[in-house]
């Protein structure tokens, strides 16, 4: 009887993992961010792989091309990105007591995700800045902190 229980145990605990995963990965169909807040300020930047074989999915957005992580390059959110009117632009990224310039290449999608597109990821917050190794390491920031940082950003 104990075995029973132990297997019933195992069924409902790994049903309810499955189940408890599939919720933390659902679109929410809308955009948020149109417009970016005063100063373009965020909350984070985050890490993010442009080459070919890396997190970052497909190619970028812009160019339908990979780029190399020595370059500095980001992926906007849905509303940062506007449509791809600021592909192949230039932003300053300000953090950590630096700042760098960097081109816009891809989206990071704030309405979508969870598929195959988008690397099997959820959709991102509307106030993301994904950026290559390359801005990381010009921002000063040491390898073992990359992930989140605070910054602002302009045009």
Known sequence: MKRFHFILFFIILTATSIQTGAQTCKPSGGIRGRKPPPGHATKRMTRIAVSKGGDGGGPSECDNQYHSDETPVVALSTGWYKGGDRCHK??????????????????????????????????????????????????????????????????
């Open 90 to 155: 230039y932003i300053t990224i300000n953090g950590n007591g630096r700042s760098v310039k960097a081109m816009v290449v891809d989206e990071c999608d704030s309405t979508m995700g969870c598929d195959a597109d988008h690397d099997y990821q959820p959709p991102c917050p509307n106030n993301i800045v994904d950026a290559s190794k390359a801005v990381w390491k010009a921002l000063g920031v040491s390898q073992d902190n990359w992930g989140d940082l605070d910054i602002t950003w302009s045009e």
